[in-house]
């Protein structure tokens, strides 16, 4: 999560403005959506070719005709409840790129500031196309087959009871989770730049600046976290544990209610079949756009990233991963490479792991190389108490 998060922003998006486009799927659709990658690969084109399409009409208004768009879309899975809920999370270039010469580097012309009408707008027109497109492919049909309910019949089950909010499996099975105290084809605002359609939801309200990085690393941070927030799970007893809801629920509810067995299960309906891409890049950051290499940033310098190289024998080799210390310092901005006796930067000289050699650097340096002993217990110096008559 942190090291994609930092190598997106240093390697991959450009120094420009950034808005984020949250599409949420009906519910209808969200259990064939969650296994099905060419399904997903779909509605996905078609809800980029609508936001594009608004973003090049604004282009060509301002005199720009061959005009490129860019995004990084981020599939998650869940919902807030741990449930199953595959919707899009896209970061999107908020203007466009525009080759002045053939040849010659892309200059980016930002784009006017987007209106409630624009959203309802594009939110109307993606839902539509969407649904004709889910028409032609009978997915809307009831009597459709079902490949994943004859592939893997306990994953199908499992991932229809998570979309409903149900459970599959244990002496609940086909109740709803316990807990603690379709929408019309005109979209309807829930908040400022926020619609929602046909059981079509979108958020465009976020949007960063070209010079707010921090910004940006952190909303990947937040689009590419995982389901569960180890912080909102509290053990009650061996039977029991509740999950704290992000924002309570409009009838109160809090928390959610969970045996072990149920925690295992909503998790497993989470987990992607194999080869189902969750980031995906479009447009000119799309790996043949020939645009790419002019647009994204040089990667930084191993040593001056933190970065690992690939193979310690072969310096030349591309630099693949960041260590630790450089991961907490972006999160946390603690720096824990610094020697806080002399205030140097401390770097990695080996890895002991045989005692005899843990041992004689040790004594090398002058530490201990032995732990300090336990003193052994004993009772408390008072074992019986006075009192007065």
Not at 28 to 39: M, N, P, Q, S, T
Not at 59 to 68: E, F, K, L, N
Not at 311 to 329: G, I, K, N, Y
Request: charged share 25%; proline share 8%; hydrophobic share 45%.
């Amino acid at each position: 999560m942190a090291d994609t998060a930092a190598r997106l922003v240093e390697e991959v998006l450009p120094q420009v403005p950034v808005r984020q486009f949250v599409l949420s799927l009906p519910f209808e659709i969200r259990y064939r959506v969650a296994w099905d990658g060419k399904l997903i690969s779909a509605l996905l084109a078609v809800f980029l070719r609508t936001v594009t399409a608004w973003y090049r009409r604004q282009a060509r208004a301002q005199g720009y005709t061959d005009a490129g768009c860019g995004s990084v879309t981020f599939v998650q899975r869940f919902g807030s409840a741990i449930n199953l809920n595959p919707h899009f999370h896209v970061l999107l270039f908020d203007g466009v790129y525009v080759a002045a010469a053939e040849g010659a580097a892309p200059d980016f012309i930002p784009a006017p500031p987007l209106e409630d009408g624009d959203v309802q707008e594009i939110v109307e027109t993606a839902a539509e196309r969407i649904v004709r497109l889910l028409q032609r492919r009978g997915l809307l049909d009831d009597s459709q087959e079902d490949e994943l309910t004859e592939a893997e019949p306990l994953q199908a089950a499992l991932a229809a009871a998570s979309v409903q909010g149900q459970l599959a499996t244990g002496e609940r099975a086909g109740q709803r989770v316990r807990r603690l105290l379709s929408d019309a084809a005109q979209a309807v605002r829930s908040a400022p730049l926020c619609f929602a359609a046909r059981g079509f939801s979108l958020h465009a309200a976020t949007r960063l600046d070209d010079d707010d990085r921090a910004g940006l690393e952190r909303l990947i941070r937040y689009a590419t976290r995982p389901p569960l927030a180890a912080g909102r799970l509290r053990i009650i007893d061996d039977e029991r544990l509740t999950f704290r809801l992000k924002a309570p629920w409009s009838d109160g509810t809090t928390h959610l209610v969970l045996s072990p067995h149920e925690l295992i299960e909503k998790l497993a309906a989470l987990v992607p079949p194999p080869r189902l891409n969750l980031v995906r890049y479009h447009g000119v950051l799309a790996p043949n756009a020939s645009a790419r290499k002019q647009i994204v940033p040089s990667p930084p310098a191993a040593e001056e990233s933190g970065i690992e190289p690939a193979d310690v024998e072969a310096p030349q080799a591309r630099a693949h991963r960041r260590t630790w210390a450089v991961l907490l310092s972006r999160i946390f901005d603690v720096d824990g490479t610094l020697c806080p006796s002399c205030g140097g930067r401390m770097r990695l000289i080996a890895a002991l792991t045989d005692e005899v050699s843990i041992r004689h650097y040790l004594k090398g340096v002058g530490l201990p190389s032995v732990p300090p002993p336990i003193a052994p217990a004993r009772p408390p110096p008072q074992t019986e108490f006075e009192f007065g008559a």
